[in-house]
């Protein structure tokens, strides 16, 4: 049986592999850390998916059956944890003698009470950790993926060929940097995928006056099975095209904000 892991957890082993104090400023550290320049798209990348995963476990706290005075304090944790991703914490020495520091605010209280918190987040959303090995398999599937789609286009300025990798890189720089596959952060950059999916296949013509589209939807299909496969943990995945939507609830991107008007 596949080991578990969920937000809280996750969240908690990312700060702890980032508590470590060094004199040079959080914003040279976590660049070191991240192999990324400071400062850089890719930098900013990385502050908002801590701090995009941050906000979505308050949210999963504040769904929890716990008392209210317990949420506030799980909530604040949470909180004083956002705070080494400020501007104040990357412009200052990542040390904690400096009380606006990155390690200031990932102490072990911070961290702690995040694990403790787990196995309650785990109820409401849980999916299997990946191993280094399962990583490197769905990103190599992905970078296979994109290099075809480079070379291929349906259109001149093609806007769904287009959506589908950004949606792809969004999805392999968080599971490259991060190593997190669970609902709401890799898997969530690909509802863009799945939406440019449903767009071509309205829009499909006859697959034999179109054969780069026929074959960008069996490909697209394909690596989705594939990524569902692995974070759902499940045996088997759905045969047909609205696996897609049953997997990842992609019935929200029908929603007026979402799909609805490139599918009319």
Same mark, same amino acid.
């Given at each position: 049986?596949?080991?578990?892991?969920?937000?809280?957890?996750?969240?908690?082993?990312?700060?702890?592999?980032?508590?470590?104090?060094?004199?040079?400023?959080?914003?040279?550290?976590?660049?070191?850390?991240?192999?990324?320049?400071?400062?850089?798209?890719?930098?900013?990348?990385?502050?908002? +998916?801590?701090?995009?995963?941050?906000?979505?476990?308050?949210?999963?706290?504040?769904?929890?059956?716990?008392?209210?005075?317990?949420?506030?304090?799980?909530?604040?944790?949470?909180?004083?944890?956002?705070?080494?991703?400020?501007?104040? /914490?990357?412009?200052?020495?990542?040390?904690?003698?400096?009380?606006?520091?990155?390690?200031?605010?990932?102490?072990?209280?911070?961290?702690?009470?995040?694990?403790?918190?787990?196995?309650?987040?785990?109820?409401?959303?849980?999916?299997?950790?990946?191993?280094?090995?399962?990583?490197?398999?769905?990103?190599?599937?992905?970078?296979?993926?994109?290099?075809?789609?480079?070379?291929?286009?349906?259109?001149?300025?093609?806007?769904?060929?287009?959506?589908?990798?950004?949606?792809?890189?969004?999805?392999?720089?968080?599971?490259?940097?991060?190593?997190?596959?669970?609902?709401?952060?890799?898997?969530?950059?690909?509802?863009?995928?799945?939406?440019?999916?449903?767009?071509?296949? +309205?829009?499909?013509?006859?697959?034999?006056?179109?054969?780069?589209?026929?074959?960008?939807?069996?490909?697209?299909?394909?690596?989705?099975?594939?990524?569902?496969?692995? /974070?759902?943990?499940?045996?088997?995945?759905?045969?047909?095209?609205?696996?897609?939507?049953?997997?990842?609830?992609?019935?929200?991107?029908?929603?007026?904000?979402?799909?609805?008007?490139?599918?009319?």
């Amino acid at each position: 049986m596949a080991t578990l892991t969920d937000p809280a957890r996750e969240l908690a082993e990312v700060c702890e592999k980032l508590a470590h104090e060094d004199p040079r400023p959080g914003d040279a550290y976590l660049s070191e850390r991240f192999s990324i320049a400071p400062w850089s798209k890719e930098f900013f990348q990385v502050v908002f +998916c801590i701090l995009e995963r941050a906000d979505y476990l308050g949210d999963l706290i504040n769904e929890l059956d716990l008392d209210d005075d317990f949420k506030a304090e799980a909530i604040a944790h949470v909180r004083r944890l956002k705070g080494a991703f400020g501007r104040g /914490a990357l412009i200052a020495p990542w040390e904690t003698r400096h009380s606006n520091s990155g390690p200031s605010h990932l102490g072990r209280q911070q961290i702690t009470a995040l694990k403790m918190l787990s196995p309650q987040v785990r109820k409401l959303a849980s999916y299997p950790k990946l191993d280094a090995a399962e990583i490197a398999e769905l990103l190599q599937e992905v970078s296979i993926f994109q290099t075809w789609l480079e070379e291929h286009q349906l259109v001149e300025q093609d806007f769904i060929r287009q959506a589908i990798l950004e949606g792809t890189k969004q999805f392999a720089f968080r599971l490259e940097r991060f190593e997190w596959l669970g609902w709401g952060y890799a898997t969530d950059s690909l509802r863009e995928v799945i939406g440019a999916y449903y767009a071509l296949q +309205c829009n499909l013509p006859d697959s034999q006056a179109s054969p780069v589209a026929a074959a960008m939807l069996q490909k697209i299909e394909a690596l989705v099975k594939k990524i569902y496969d692995k /974070a759902s943990g499940a045996k088997d995945v759905y045969e047909t095209g609205d696996f897609m939507l049953k997997a990842y609830g992609a019935y929200k991107l029908l929603l007026p904000n979402g799909i609805a008007g490139l599918l009319t």
